[in-house]
């Protein structure tokens, strides 16, 4: 951004035109509701202030006194990653029904915050190398396979229905085949830091879907808090199931695979367990919705 600024600078004061941003890079529409990726420091505050108001004013995350003060959600990787926006596009949107209270700019109501391995290897790393060990992984997968990480996904509660989590995955799935992405990677959450209160949820996972070995990184061992709490002949599956965050549990059904171990974050005041989802092991039957692999283009997509 400060770049941008010098060069409009040296643009005025040579008399040529200003540098303009991009066209808005929208990947689909359904109805009001609209998803694309966000331009400039702008838009990035906007996803910012929703993560803020999701974890740190709906759920348990505690934010430091700078974070309260500017009531934003914000780390270094905020600046290397993109990010991608659900916007409400209509002006009477349902958390804000009082004439008074609406605004011409659509309302960011859910976000996706994505960090591409080229990106990631020329900057901060990822950020799940934090808790877990990935990468001996990367490593020895990489070139063959690109991977993607995952973060900081939520959605406003009153958009929290089908319809707006199908939009942010098309969204995502389009990204990811733009970039010819092969693996995503990332961590998941569970409310609340007792891994004793989802021991079955967790237990059903580490006997259910642990990564095969090649795709398998621990949690570093500081961290690392088992996850086979319950002996597997006592695990019940549909209560496991049931007690599986969405988000979770979508990851599960397309194919994704955990790590080996749990770790606790304090921040933010959750149980957090490691995603792999290559590509290549997709249940086919969502492409039939989604779009194939070699699709690069959005089945919702619109014609700007």
Known sequence: MLALRELNEKARTKGLPFIRKPPAKIYGRIGNLEVRLAQGRK???????????????E???????????????????????DHLLV?????????????????????????????????????????????YDIGPM?????????FMELGRSCVR?????????????HGLWTYIREHRVDVMIGCASFEGTDPDAHAMALSFLHANALAPPEWRCRAHDRLHVPMNRIAPDKIDAKAALKALPP???????????????????????????FIILPVEKIDPRYFDHFGAPDELKSRISVDI
Request: charged share 30%; glycine share 6%.
């Open 138 to 146: 990367i490593a020895a997968k990489s070139p063959r396979y690109r």
């Open 157 to 169: 509660q009153p958009y929290r229905t089908k319809r707006s989590v199908e939009l942010l995955w």
């Open 247 to 273: 988000l979770i549990k979508g990851y599960l059904r397309l194919g994704a695979f955990v790590g080996d171990g749990a770790v606790i974050d304090r921040q933010f005041g959750t149980t957090d367990v």
């Open 59 to 81: 759920m348990s995350a505690t934010p430091s006194v700078i974070a309260g003060m500017r009531r934003l959600d914000q780390d270094p990787y905020d600046a290397i990653c």
């Open 43 to 57: 838009d990035i505050q906007r996803a910012q202030r929703l993560r803020y108001e999701v974890f740190y004013e």
């Open 87 to 131: 916007e409400d596009r209509s002006l009477d949107a349902a958390f804000e029904p009082e004439a008074w209270m609406r605004t011409r700019k659509p309302h960011v109501v859910g976000t996706y915050r994505v960090l591409r391995q080229e990106v990631a290897q020329r900057s901060l790393g990822f950020y799940t190398a934090s808790e």
